[in-house]
């Protein structure tokens, strides 16, 4: 019971960090802003790693319930299709932003990053909805 | 009308026809054939009533450039151009470099201009005339502009204009690159209002003496004085004999390639520190270093449009090919990696690991020109405002005008761009909310009266006043005006006095006058930003809390940098303390990314052995 509500409790702030990063990182860029910065930027780089380390500790909890195949499990194997392509978005999502704090690549690929970051961000946006629609009809 | 008017009109008629149809035609000088080689000027002197130059006439005239270069290059075109526009109808652009007017006597720093920059005041504001411009300023100036527009001078000056001629545009001053050319000559001569010869006098073959100054209204340059009128001597001029060849032509170093110590004669600075006290710890704008000149990027053609090199200039003066010769036409490339520049290209900063961000909130000036800032603002002296290369200044570091440098400060769109700076220092009459400058034949005898007590200040800069004497000051001039209230501006503020009490407010008008900084440009190991983020993104960073001086006579505090930029220093702080945990943070989700990752590959593999195992099966 109380692990369940551990994993739970888990889930819900990993999800509400979510929620912020989208909105920090969308909403300025609705509201005319060209770029992410100031206070916007402050809030979004906080809790980006708040967001990495529940979900990264969210999927291992999620791959020892469910396993890697789609048949396991209670969710649906939409759902879980949803899930693994959520999690291989995060990869060049993160790794996309991480390589642009270093000095690694110009200002000219930067740009690239910085479009890798947003498109999938966008991807991964939309997925989290439709996990939610999926897991509300199954039940 | 009789056959014989007929025949002496009938000439006249088809000299002014063809006069009119050469008049459209390029000049000998303006339609070269193509040869890069440079003509070689052997000409003849012409004074300005286009009459040659010969030894043997008296009195000698001083050659004019209006009429001497004026016969190969359309004058009208050439004078048209940037240096020697203001005062006409031009556009202003951006801010630019004012003539600053100071006296500590009288507690003045004020930043002049015949141009509409914003935060500027006309000359005519405070009473200077074009005469005592020119006279004050004509220094660093090359000529022409106000000097030669006859409409804007001021009729109770116009004896004195007849006596001093007016002041052609100085070709000499950029073009001639004999290195006998001594411009500080130019300076000395327009202080006796030799305002005619003041062009020769620069040159080698020409040696002026005399004042117009101590000439009579009355003066005559042709009929000169009578004998025993004066003893002052009147300006003449004496060629040197050698110098003529049989044909009284001679021969004169001009260049279109303008060389950079020529330019530097006006557009000098030197930047007050006292840990570069010798002139060669100071350093050169990259560009020079390299073996560029000056007019590589500024160019003109015959109209002297001298591109200045921002970034809207293309814009603003809606001629497309002027962007190459920004900044980011020799050093930015498009989608293609290719330079933008159609003329030059120069190499392609890679810039790595600078978030594209700072291109947007950025100038390329303020990483990579003027001073580094450092934990104070700098004094800067320059030759339009402290007539560097002319005779008899101050040398002391702290004489007036106190340019400051560098400040960040954010543009009308939005970019933070480094500027010069000057707080201004004037007496004014406040009407409503409107305050204007004072005629200062208002208050220099009070002012003067008041601070008369006071030491000599040998070092040229403010003298040590406090709040009773402005006080006393105001209250001398109220009486001058009845409708409107005598201030004092300065550092910021606006001083009155309201029941022999001194108060001061916050005023728009006060604020100080800033113009961008171009050079020198730093080269890329010493730009801002190549020691890290953390040049910018620490706590004490002086591009956020550099101190900037507040000038002005009283002692004021200093503000700190980021009071001129729209972001407040707690949200710079907050962010620059991120970079203390940015390792740790970076750490935390590379550490997130290997979890996932690992379980990605995992899954494929899983993948990959249920398809093996299917396979097997069938």
């Known amino acids: 019971m109380i692990g369940n509500f551990k994993r739970n409790m888990g889930y819900i702030f990993g999800f509400m960090s979510f929620i912020i990063m989208i909105i920090t990182g969308f909403l300025p860029l609705i509201l005319g802003e060209k770029v992410l910065s100031g206070w916007w930027m402050i809030s979004h780089a906080t809790v980006a790693p708040v967001f990495s380390i529940f979900l990264a500790v969210g999927a291992l909890f999620w791959v020892k319930s469910t396993g890697f195949g789609f048949n396991n499990g209670s969710e649906s194997k939409c759902a879980k299709k949803i899930v693994w392509v959520f999690l291989i978005l995060f990869i060049p999502n993160t790794l996309s932003i991480l390589f642009s704090m270093n000095t690694w690549f110009p200002s000219a690929t930067q740009y690239s990053l910085l479009s890798i970051h947003f498109y999938t961000a966008i991807a991964m946006f939309v997925l ?12 | 009308m009789n056959n014989r008017s007929i025949s002496y009109l009938f000439p006249l008629l088809v000299c002014i026809l063809i006069g009119q149809f050469l008049s459209g035609q390029p000049k000998l000088g303006d339609s070269p054939a193509g040869s890069r080689s440079p003509a070689v000027h052997r000409i003849k002197l012409m004074d300005h009533d286009s009459s040659a130059i010969r030894l043997f006439k008296t009195p000698l005239l001083p050659f004019s450039t209006e009429t ?83 409409d804007r001078w001021q009729s109770e000056n116009a004896f004195r204009w007849n006596v001093s001629g007016n002041v052609d545009v100085n070709c000499l001053v950029c073009h001639d690159v004999n290195p006998a050319n001594d411009r500080s000559h130019y300076a000395k001569q327009l202080q006796k209002e030799n305002f005619r010869w003041a062009a020769a006098s620069t040159a080698s073959i020409a040696d002026v003496s005399g004042s117009a100054k101590d000439m009579p209204d009355h003066y005559d340059i042709y009929y000169g004085l009578a004998p025993d009128e ?79 090199g921002y970034e809207n200039e293309s814009v603003e003066k809606k001629s497309p090919e002027l962007a190459d010769f920004t900044c980011a036409g020799c050093h930015a490339s498009n989608e293609y990696g290719l330079s933008v520049s159609h003329n030059n290209k120069g190499p392609i900063p890679e810039h790595k690991g600078l978030p594209p961000l700072h291109f947007d909130k950025f100038s390329c000036t303020t990483c990579h020109s003027g001073e580094m800032v450092k934990e104070k603002s700098f004094l800067t002296k320059t030759s339009m405002g402290h007539g560097l290369g002319t005779h008899g200044i101050n040398k002391a570091d702290s004489t007036l005008p106190h340019i400051i440098t560098p400040i960040f400060e954010e543009d009308e769109t939005g970019k933070i761009i480094p500027v010069n700076m000057v707080w201004p220092s004037y007496w004014g009459w406040k009407n409503g909310d409107n305050i204007s400058p004072m005629n ?167 993948g990959l052995q249920c398809w093996i195992g299917d396979k097997n099966a069938e």
């Not at chain 2, 509409?116 to 090359?142: C, L």
């Open chain 1, 128 to 139: 989290a909805g439709l996990y939610l629609n999926f897991s509300h009809n199954k039940k």
């Open chain 2, 68 to 150: 001497t270069c004026g016969s190969c290059h359309d004058y009208n075109v050439i004078s048209s151009g940037w240096h020697f526009n203001a005062g006409s109808e031009t556009k202003p652009g951006r801010n630019g470099q004012p003539w600053i007017y100071s006296d500590p006597n009288t507690l003045t720093q004020i930043p002049l201009s015949y141009r509409d920059w914003k935060g500027v005041i006309n000359p005519e504001d405070i009473g200077m005339s074009v005469f005592e411009f020119v006279k004050t300023f004509g220094r660093h100036h090359p000529g022409g502009s106000v000097g030669e527009q006859e």
């Open chain 2, 230 to 308: 004066s003893k002052a001597i009147p300006p003449q001029v004496k060629y040197d004999k050698i110098a003529f060849n049989e044909k009284d032509e001679v021969f004169f170093d001009v260049t279109r390639n303008i060389p950079n110590e020529n330019c530097y004669f006006c557009h000098s600075t030197m930047v007050v520190d006292n840990e570069r006290t010798e002139f060669w710890q100071h350093g050169q704008d990259v560009h020079l270093q390299r073996g560029m000149n000056c007019v590589d990027c500024h160019r003109n053609g015959l109209d002297h449009q001298i591109i200045r």
């Open chain 2, 440 to 606: 200062k034949d208002s208050y220099t005898s009070i002012v003067k009266s008041v601070l008369s007590e006071m030491p000599i200040n040998l070092n040229g800069s403010w003298p040590n006043i406090d709040e009773e004497m402005i006080n006393n000051i105001l209250i001398s001039l109220v009486s001058q005006e009845i409708e409107s209230t005598p201030v004092f501006v300065s550092g910021g503020k606006v001083y009155f006095t309201e029941s022999g009490i001194l108060k001061d407010e916050a005023h728009s008008q006060a604020k100080a006058y800033t113009w961008p900084i171009g050079h020198n440009v730093r080269p890329a190991t010493m730009a801002l930003g190549s020691g890290g983020c953390n040049d910018c993104h620490r706590l004490d960073s002086p591009f956020y809390t550099s101190s900037i001086t507040v000038d002005s006579p009283f002692k004021t505090d200093d503000v700190i940098m980021i009071e001129f930029q729209s972001q407040n220093l707690f949200s710079a702080q907050v962010f620059a303390n991120a970079f203390v945990f940015r390792p740790w943070l970076k750490g935390v989700i590379y550490f997130s990314v290997f979890i996932v990752a690992s379980l990605v590959i995992l899954f494929f593999f899983n």
